[in-house]
């Protein structure tokens, strides 16, 4: 089942929470909202819902206007971040719940709510947990009782508010990988809600990036990465490396670092040079096309690639830049905390004045 | 010197068992005292002075009729005036927490009004409203209702007084339910009255219980509120604490002690059934 949002603007007294915001959701998608706290993200999530009703703006879901639709009509099922079990009331209590509750018409008889009960159970691999009360449960467990509670009544959209957040790094893996896993076999549409931008890129099909009550980019977890279109959702998505400098004829320049800027362009005054981790080389004399002096001050050998944290000589950045280089480099480079080296960009992404999107320059081609 | 203090300190320290918070004997020792001083030697001596008589003599003054139509009255009085507070002081309770409006401060400081204000003062008052000519009971007389001199006065005395039991033992309980488990039970399409009936009750369960067994206990033993307004004719309107207070004005103190333990009987009682039956109910929310 799709969700459209066409023009939701939510406001707590003065504080405007949603500014104007639209919004498709295709059917059969898990998508994640991502954004920092106070973003809205929560909020937009509770709208869709029914539990929380915006001034202004409609909500479809398939087409079919449920603005005005009470949060029991809507069947939507909903995880809460701190599981909300009941907790006066068993496992299979608490699944069995939804289905109890249903109109007397609808309602399944005792044997077959034990039963479905049974299938939930199983599939979430829980059922020898049926007769415990949820304080007994580990985090984890309780969360994936909750996900069984939320499906229990078979809806077509199923939402979550940071269904991870409160639990341990390696349990949150597990779960993310079991809830990939599960939405690929029942295709409902799922929408969740976290601050996690790694939880956000690997879980989701498309990721609707939010700041201050607005959607900055929507896109593919891919796309979201590669082509960032504001600073906003540069700085949100992994780490990135800014030189803030003055153009001046194809060239920015702070302090004692400067960069040739490729191509043609008629631009200058202030610009910042946004770069990935991944899109700079680090050697040890400067290129010709880039004089970045900078200092190692931490290495981190743990992963896939080894991160050095870098201080900027001679010139200044907010924040220490970042580099990544393989371990095959760093056993034949050997660098020590302390040393000197320079920073090499391949790729970057320029902002100026002029423009709110980045442009794209490219060093290697040249 | 300065070693060896240190080198206890640390021995101390690595002893098992050794407690992280300091002053654990003190302080015990020093609630222990007070227990044994303020509630457990007046209540010995409770005991004492009816042990002058023999159990043919107590047996006969805690069932003399006058004295038993004193405890149904009571008991009764003490029970609609409990559940009729279970009911009205969860709802206030209610209002107080889930709702803001305008006065809220000062309606939640009124709350405590019963037990500050002199239960006498209370009992003047309410006598004089609930009167044929007072304020309600001019009204009250018109639908044919009396409630001065009457049972219904002692049930209205009673409730007044012990409604902020109810009150304050919900309304933290209350607070603390996390709206989401509500939440959560509409989304699965829950009534109102569902989500009030299995899962609001049932957390408040316990603490409305506890509410209302202190107010019926503190009604068992109200005195000052209800005398004014009860009337106080024998088998009909007299409560237990005044056959008390009847035979200490006889100077029969062997015989108002014995009539007291009653009471206080009936009061540890009840109060340990609660303790007991809460205890094993919370036992299952800690998951234990």
């Not at chain 2, 957390?203 to 509410?211: I, N, V």
Request: with cysteine; charged share 20%.
């Amino acid at each position: 089942m799709s969700i459209r949002l066409e023009g939701i603007n939510k406001y707590f007294g003065q504080f405007q929470a949603l500014k104007d915001i639209s919004l498709d959701i295709p059917d059969g998608q898990l998508t994640g909202l991502l954004g920092p706290s106070g973003s809205g993200k929560t909020t937009l999530l509770r709208i869709i819902a029914g539990l929380e009703s915006a001034e202004q703006g409609r909500i479809l879901f398939h087409g079919e206007d449920v603005t005005d639709l009470h949060v029991r009509d809507r069947r939507v099922g909903f995880v809460f971040q701190h599981y909300a079990l009941f907790r006066h009331m068993t496992v299979a209590q608490n699944i069995a719940f939804g289905l109890e509750v249903m109109p007397k018409a609808q309602r399944p008889g005792a044997a077959e709510i034990r039963k479905q009960v049974g299938e939930l159970l199983d599939m979430v691999q829980l059922a020898h947990l049926a007769s415990r009360y949820p304080a007994q449960l580990s985090g984890g467990q309780k969360q994936r009782i909750a996900l069984a509670r939320a499906l229990a009544m078979k809806p077509e959209i199923l939402l979550l508010d940071e269904p991870f957040g409160a639990l341990d790094a390696k349990v949150r893996k597990d779960l993310r990988r079991w809830l990939r896993a599960l939405h690929d076999e029942l295709h409902f549409t799922s929408v969740f809600v976290t601050h996690d931008q790694e939880e956000a890129l690997e879980l989701s099909d498309s990721v609707v990036v939010m700041s201050a009550g607005k959607v900055e980019q929507v896109g593919g977890p891919q796309a979201l990465y590669a082509q960032p279109e504001s600073r906003f959702v540069f700085d949100f998505l992994g780490h990135v490396n800014v030189l803030d400098g003055q153009l001046a004829q194809q060239r920015m320049t702070q302090g004692d670092a400067w960069v040739q800027l490729p191509g043609m362009l008629e631009c200058s005054g202030e610009a910042q040079l946004y770069l990935r981790p991944h899109e700079v080389r680090l050697q040890d004399c400067p290129a010709p096309h880039a004089n970045l002096p900078l200092r190692i001050e931490s290495i981190s050998l743990i992963g896939a690639e080894v991160r050095l944290e870098l201080a900027p000589c001679g010139w200044v950045a907010q924040e220490p830049w970042e580099v990544g280089i393989s371990h095959v480099e760093f056993n034949r480079w050997q660098p020590q905390r302390g040393d000197r080296c320079y920073a090499v960009p391949d790729v970057g992404h320029l902002f100026d004045v002029q423009q709110a999107r980045p442009r794209t320059l490219s060093w290697v081609n040249d | 010197m300065s070693t060896s203090l240190a080198g206890s300190t640390s021995a101390d320290r690595n002893k098992p068992g050794k407690r992280v918070l300091p002053g654990f004997a003190l302080s015990l020792g020093i609630s222990l005292l007070f227990i044994g001083l303020v509630l457990l030697l007046p209540l010995t001596g409770l005991i004492m002075q009816t042990s002058g008589m023999s159990w043919a003599e107590y047996w006969a003054v805690i069932t003399d009729e006058r004295v038993v139509a004193s405890y149904k009255v009571t008991l009764w009085a003490a029970a609609i005036a409990s559940v009729f507070n279970g009911i009205v002081g969860l709802l206030m309770a209610w209002v107080l927490v889930r709702y803001d409006f305008w006065g809220k401060r000062l309606v939640d400081a009124l709350m405590d009004l019963p037990f500050a204000l002199p239960t006498a003062v209370a009992g003047i008052t309410l006598a004089a409203l609930f009167s044929e000519g007072g304020w309600y009971g001019q009204f009250l007389t018109e639908l044919g209702i009396k409630v001065a001199f009457t049972p219904l006065g002692i049930v209205i005395a009673m409730s007044f007084t012990s409604l902020p039991f109810v009150v304050r033992t919900v309304q933290p309980v209350l607070e603390d339910l996390p709206t989401e488990d509500e939440e959560a039970a509409v989304s699965m399409g829950a009534s109102d009255w569902t989500v009030f009936r299995r899962i609001l009750f049932p957390s408040l369960w316990p603490a409305l219980m506890t509410g209302v067994a202190l107010s019926f206990t503190r009604s068992l033993g109200e005195f000052g509120a209800v005398i004014f307004i009860a009337g106080n004719m024998p088998y009909v309107s007299e409560i237990t604490s005044l056959m008390i207070f009847v035979r200490l004005q006889e100077y029969d103190y062997a015989a108002a002690s014995a009539i007291a333990s009653v009471v206080l009987m009936a009061s540890l009682l009840l109060l340990l059934v609660i303790n007991l039956w809460q205890a094993r109910y919370l036992r299952r929310l800690q998951g234990r």
